[in-house]
């Protein structure tokens, strides 16, 4: 059985609007659903909060009955006839308004989103729907138009301080040279704080957060990028294949170092922003995929690809 009070990202999970790190305007919007809660979509990158934000909004804000269902297991419009149907067409005993939180909506068919549609309209005066998705785009308009948006965007500068104090709650020492370390890689995975907590308990040894940069690692970036522009980017995989331990299999920091590495480059302007750009697309992707290795390596791809 998993015990999750050693899993930093399920022990510090926010449990009440306190704990939550969004900005002040998005906050007190919230905190008026106290009074009549909308139909809401709340949009953002994995790891931004929005699943936490709409079990706060049930179990704090309001106190509901409510039914959890994620759209990426169940996506089909049988889950729209039975499961949420059956729920939403009950009335609470506390005679206050159910809610149901579609996790990760932008999963759902086209034809079960249409089902959902209706099925908001129908039991709109017992129920509301909490919608969660990464991608605003594949939430059909009907659907859209039924909610009240919200973007989820953590705070920086609240993300540095919510890491730093769950370091202190852990009692991990922090040297000078591991704080910066530490503000690099708080802000390097931003907004992604899930993935953030979960770097941070991995670079804990004995009490001590021993944070391993490749920042200053030119000699791997320089190699990398002489076999890029000789269009050698299979040899630039071996390369990086052999070499795994320098930058501890972290591909993501090694495209964000890598991008840096070009930005300083000889290249000229073009081609410069053409690498920039190509790093930056596969950065943004790489929030999303299942593979950080393969995705690396596209970009490699796509690098010498950008030279032609």
């Known amino acids: ?27 007190k919007q919230v905190e008026e659903y106290k009074d009549e809660i909308p139909n ?20 704090d804000v309001l106190g509901c009955n409510y039914l959890y269902i994620n759209a990426s297991d169940e996506s089909g419009i049988d889950t729209i006839r039975h499961n949420i149907t059956n729920f939403a067409q009950t009335k609470s005993f506390d005679g206050k308004v159910k809610v149901i939180i579609l996790d990760e909506a932008d999963g759902l068919t086209t034809q079960a989103q249409a089902a959902l549609r209706n099925t908001m309209e129908t039991y709109a005066k017992y129920c509301r729907f909490i919608l969660t998705a990464n991608y605003k785009h594949k939430i059909i308009p009907a659907v859209q138009s039924r909610c009240q948006s919200l973007d989820i965007k953590p705070v920086v500068q609240l993300a540095v301080k919510r890491c730093y104090n769950i370091l202190k709650y852990e009692k991990i020492n922090v040297s000078e040279e591991q704080k910066k370390k530490f503000v690099h890689l708080v802000k390097r995975h931003f907004p992604d704080l899930r993935k953030t907590i979960n770097e941070l308990q991995k670079n ?8 391993v940069s490749v920042t200053g690692d030119n000699e791997l970036l320089e190699a990398v990028f002489k076999k ?13 294949i052999e ?24 290249l000229d302007d073009i081609k410069k922003k053409a690498f920039i750009a190509t790093i930056a697309d596969h950065l943004y992707k790489s929030a999303f995929v299942v593979d950080k290795e393969i995705n690396a390596f596209a970009c490699l791809v796509n690098l010498e690809n950008a030279l032609h």
């Open 1 to 27: 059985m998993v015990d999750f009070d050693k899993i930093w990202v399920e022990k510090y999970r926010p449990a009440t609007l306190d704990d939550i790190i969004l900005d002040e305007r998005t906050l």
């Open 40 to 59: 809401l979509l709340f949009v953002g990158n994995p790891g931004t909060g929005k699943t936490t934000l709409a079990r706060i909004i049930v179990n």
């Open 204 to 211: 804990i040894i004995d009490s001590e957060l021993c944070i």
């Open 228 to 240: 890029v522009v000789s269009n050698k980017s299979l040899d630039a995989r071996r390369y990086l």
């Open 243 to 266: 070499n795994e331990d320098r930058f501890q299999g972290d591909y993501d920091t090694l495209l964000a170092n890598f991008l840096d590495y070009i930005y300083r480059s000889s």
